[in-house]
């Protein structure tokens, strides 16, 4: 296959939202392909890498991933300066996390980054019997802030790869 105009892109990508709502999770999913019921919520390392391959480009992902302060519900500016996309997690099974989610948003598009990509997600789609949040909700509130859209699962690995994936097609066109 021809490759020519093949771009290397290398974007940060950050992870934000309540605490439990699966950020560590949906990383660990995308990048081991794997599900680890008993991880301790606030504990993970912070920084993961992986790589994906387009067609038209090959994205290098420097996942920051938070270390527990989403507790104190702020984080340092360093955390997201930069970034070219910014992923902000909810539970389907709390309201209070989708609450919590559009605060994000609002900080998100406070510090000003006309460029940045911003993914609102909506985890934890296997626990249907506890949901609190409409899907419909959260798709509405994408919209009309202009967010990218995502149900996920980390622990059926439903739409974690698609997730990330059109994260990468959006860096590409954007690039
Ligand atoms: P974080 O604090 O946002 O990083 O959340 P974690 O990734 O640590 O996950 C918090 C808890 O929710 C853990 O017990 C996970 O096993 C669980 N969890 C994460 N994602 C899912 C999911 O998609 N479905 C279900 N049922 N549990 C999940
Ligand atoms: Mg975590």
Redesign the pocket.
């Known amino acids: 296959m021809a490759r020519t105009g093949n771009k290397n892109i290398q974007a940060k990508l950050v992870l934000l939202?309540d605490?439990?709502?699966?950020?560590?999770?949906l990383v660990l999913r995308f990048v081991k392909g794997q599900f680890?019921?008993f991880?301790e919520?606030t504990i993970?390392a912070a920084f993961f890498t992986q790589v994906l391959s387009l067609n038209e480009a090959t994205i290098k992902f420097d996942i920051w991933d938070t270390a527990g302060q989403e507790r104190y519900h702020s984080l340092a500016p360093m955390y997201y300066r930069g970034a070219a996309a910014a992923v902000v997690?909810y539970d389907i099974t709390s309201m209070d996390s989708f609450e919590r989610a559009k605060k994000w948003v609002q900080e998100l598009q406070r510090q000003g980054n006309p460029n940045l990509l911003m993914i609102l997600v909506a985890?934890?789609?296997?626990?249907e019997t506890k949901r609190e949040v409409e899907n419909e909700k959260g798709e509405q509130y994408a919209k009309e802030n202009g967010l990218l859209f995502f149900e996920?699962?980390?622990?059926t690995a439903q739409n974690v790869n698609e997730l990330f994936y059109e994260i990468a097609k959006n860096l590409a066109k954007a690039c």
């Open positions: 939202g605490m439990g709502t699966g950020k560590t999770s680890y019921d991880q919520s993970g997690v985890n934890k789609a296997d626990l996920t699962s980390a622990k």
